[in-house]
Nanobody
């Protein structure tokens, strides 16, 4: 079964940190670029970060730039999203998605597999 499973979400106070993980099973992430998305209630889904299949060339939304760091460990078949200095407006369900990519150095705009999501709540 091909799937992505997110973990690491939870409740954190403003200014705190969380690290989300996205583990793939049933396929290798070596040929996939990965995106992290989030969706808050009543809002559209937005991509907060992405990384190329090679694990380089990270890209971030302006709203998280300087606070979030994406990384990819192909040996562990896992992608991470380190989130620091969290703000209440970061509260959302976070999803990871994998998109097959022929080019090793870019993010992709189409995604083939999605995880089920993990809730992140930033509140005092």
């Amino acid at each position: 079964q091909l799937q992505l499973v997110e973990s690491g979400g939870g409740l954190v106070q403003p200014g705190g940190s969380l690290r989300l993980s996205c583990a793939a099973s049933g396929f290798t992430l070596d040929y996939y670029a990965i995106g992290w998305f989030r969706q808050a209630p009543g809002k559209e889904r937005e991509r907060v970060s992405c990384i190329s299949r090679s694990g380089g060339w990270p890209n971030y939304a302006d709203s998280v730039k300087g606070r979030f760091t994406i990384s990819k460990d192909n040996a562990k078949n896992t992608v991470y999203l380190q989130m620091n200095n969290l703000k209440p407006e970061d509260t959302a369900v976070y999803y990871c998605a994998a998109g097959f990519s022929l080019i090793a150095t870019i993010c992709t705009t189409t995604y083939d597999y999605w995880g089920q999501g993990t809730q992140v709540t930033v509140s005092s």
